[in-house]
C-alpha cells in the first residue's frame, strides 16, 4: 500500500513563493498521473496541477503561470513551486496519485494534506 506525505507548506507574504514536496512510501506496480489539489472551507476540493508519468502537464486556469509541477518518477515524488502567490491561494494542499498496485487493481491515493496562507 503507498501512502504519501506532503511538505513545504507554511505561511508566505502575497507576491512569495512556496515549493510543496509529496513524497510516497509503499510497494505499488506503477504510479501513474499524479497532481495537485486544494480546499478551503466550505468548497469542494479543486485541481491545481496534474503530471502524467510522461510529463504531460494540466493546470487550472487560475494558476497557469505562477506555478508548475513538476515529479521524480523514480523516487514517485512530485512537486509543486508556487511563485507569485495571492491571498485567493490560500488553501489545504493535498498530494494525490494513481496508484496501480501490484495486484493491477487502480485507486486514487491521497495525502494528508499541508496547509498553505498567503497573507496580503
Known amino acids: 500500500q503507498v501512502q504519501l506525505v506532503e511538505s513545504g507548506g507554511g505561511l508566505v507574504q502575497a507576491g512569495g513563493s512556496l515549493r510543496l514536496s509529496c513524497a510516497s512510501s509503499?510497494?505499488?506496480?506503477?504510479?501513474?498521473?499524479m497532481g495537485w489539489y486544494r480546499q478551503t472551507p466550505g468548497k469542494q476540493r479543486e485541481l491545481v496541477a496534474a503530471?502524467?508519468?510522461?510529463?504531460?502537464?494540466n493546470y487550472a486556469d487560475s494558476v497557469k503561470g505562477r506555478f508548475a509541477i513538476s515529479r521524480d518518477n523514480a523516487k514517485n515524488a512530485v512537486y509543486l513551486q508556487m511563485n507569485s502567490l495571492k491571498p485567493e491561494d490560500t488553501a489545504v494542499y493535498y498530494c494525490n496519485a494513481e496508484v496501480i498496485s501490484i495486484l493491477r487493481e487502480t485507486k486514487a491515493t491521497w495525502g494528508q494534506g499541508t496547509q498553505v496562507t498567503v497573507s496580503s
Open positions: 503530471i502524467t508519468r510522461g510529463g504531460r502537464t
Open positions: 509503499g510497494i505499488a506496480f506503477n504510479i501513474n498521473t
